[in-house]
């Protein structure tokens, strides 16, 4: 036995064993944050899928629902409760429309709308999105917190639309950003042991968002025909 074949803890590896593991992991690793860092299109996105876990919590607090089990586990103690997200890996049709249910229930406002809407550009942009068709279906929502005057399905898509112009307004004004080079492609083909991360020189792309209309298949031919 050479002085670099020897067993390294219970798993039997040797010392060249765990280097090309760990040689292997770092590569994973680099190849993880190329992926992040690479310009995306994202085809079909619902606007109520996108809602943040603790935009949604907050929400159900101030309009005092209780979320379903199937979306959040409770804890009580004593006297106080919180909840916190049940990351289901398997979750049946009837499971996941019971959750589109809770959404529908918090997002009741014009202001809540708008408030999703812009968290969800910002979340896909961090995610390097470059375009992306978010899906939502136009409803009749009331038009502030009061819940006295309840807007129409017009008032909602313009409030969809005003947010994806301030947002496309915003962004452009400000520079791009550089998140990776072309020779981060060539890397993965002959990784260098020597380079510890990824050198970024490509320029991020802008987000561009687009809106597209869905249709409550529930509903009428005739409200479909409204919403179109």
Same mark, same amino acid.
């Given at each position: ?64 629902? #209780? ?133 970024? #020189? ?27």
């Amino acid at each position: 036995m050479g002085p670099n074949d020897y067993s390294l803890g219970d798993g039997g590896l040797t010392e060249e064993h765990a280097e090309e593991e760990s040689g292997a992991r770092n590569d994973v690793d680099r190849l993880h944050r190329f992926v992040e860092r690479m310009p995306k299109v994202e085809l079909h996105a619902h606007l109520n899928g996108c809602v943040r876990e603790e935009t949604l919590l907050e929400l159900a607090a101030e309009r005092q629902w #209780t979320l379903s089990s199937v979306l959040v586990t409770h804890h009580h103690n004593h006297n106080n409760s919180n909840n916190s997200f049940t990351n289901a890996r398997s979750r049946s049709l009837s499971d996941c429309f019971k959750v589109f249910e809770d959404i529908g229930k918090c997002v009741d406002t014009l202001p809540t709308l708008r408030r999703i809407a812009q968290e969800a550009l910002e979340d896909f942009a961090q995610h390097h999105v470059a375009y992306l068709e978010l899906r939502s279906t136009p409803k009749c929502l009331w038009t502030d917190s009061s819940r006295l005057v309840q807007g129409t399905k017009r008032d909602y898509v313009e409030t969809l639309l005003s947010v994806f112009s301030e947002y496309e307004t915003n962004t452009t004004t400000q520079e791009a950003q550089p998140t990776v080079s072309s020779s981060d492609l060539n890397h993965h083909h002959n990784p260098d042991p020597n380079r510890d991360d990824i050198t970024p #020189t490509f320029q991020r792309l802008p987000l561009i968002p687009r809106l597209i209309l869905s249709i409550d298949r529930s509903k009428s031919a005739q409200d479909a025909m409204d919403t179109a």
